[in-house]
């Protein structure tokens, strides 16, 4: 169990410094150099990932509230809080991320072309609605959370060290699954479904450069590089995400969270966060120039 939390904690750790270094980038980039419209999406998910993997479990806000001497139902209600909007923020812009790439590569005869014109205007509104639709659900989600007592003697199932999820009853419990599962599905659905549009193009393009044997079609585009990166995430997304769930629905299911499940499942949801800014890292040529040009002057420093 020992060895499952020092993994955890070097997952986390890696995926906070790796985000940080994605947002100072990003946000360099946009205040003081010409950006491109995906860095206004790129720019948000460090940063929601960054609080994401900070207020998962017992990390880093525990600790922060705990030094404060804040009471244990508003220090589990407030971390839920946060880290569900930030979870479905997740989604959400990697969703748009994903569409905005398909809108990006696509012919100038299909439906998406004219989304490229007005990116930055699509994406404030985008923005806009999904931190205010997020903020606002989660709200009624977090009464669901509250500090641990005995569960011996009431029917709460134990979370994380401090706090459990209580009992619903079943209207209640009916109305939010099938609200978040129907949100989910739906983005879920979106991502796959975009993905395979990409997916689509690419090999048109890829069986078009094999038809004309050019070298300069065969060199990889930065449209190209982005679409790979992109259709990588997603597939992580997807994939954890889908794990995430069958953990948990299992665990709501059965009333019971063991330790190991769920040090397991908080180890699962934190691989999105962590994975993403490294895959983004070692994608962007902007960043791996910056990476080389400070490695060669370290070098010439040192030498």
Known sequence: ?????????????????????????????????????????????????????????????????????????????ATFYINRVMRSLSICITCLLSMFQAATISPSTSLLAKFKHKPKRYMIYAFFYMWFLNLSFSSILMFNFGAFTNASETNQMKVTKYCSLLPMNYITSAMILTVTTSRDVFLVGAMLTTSTYMVIILFRHHRQCKHLHSLSHLRMSPEKRATKTILLLVVVFVITYWVDFIISSTAVLLWMYHPVILTVQKFVMNVYPTITPLVQISSDNRIISVLTNLWSKCHQIFK
């Not at 947002?23 to 960054?50: A, E, G, N």
């Open 1 to 77: 169990m020992s060895s499952l939390k020092n993994i955890l904690y070097f997952q986390a750790g890696l995926g906070v410094l790796a985000n940080m270094f994605l947002l100072f980038f990003y946000t360099f980039i946009i205040l003081v150099h010409r950006s491109k419209s995906v860095d206004l999406i790129s720019c948000q998910l460090p940063f929601i990932h960054i609080v994401l993997i900070l207020s998962g479990g017992d990390i880093w806000l525990t600790d922060v509230f705990e030094s404060l001497n804040i009471e244990n139902d508003f220090k589990c209600k």
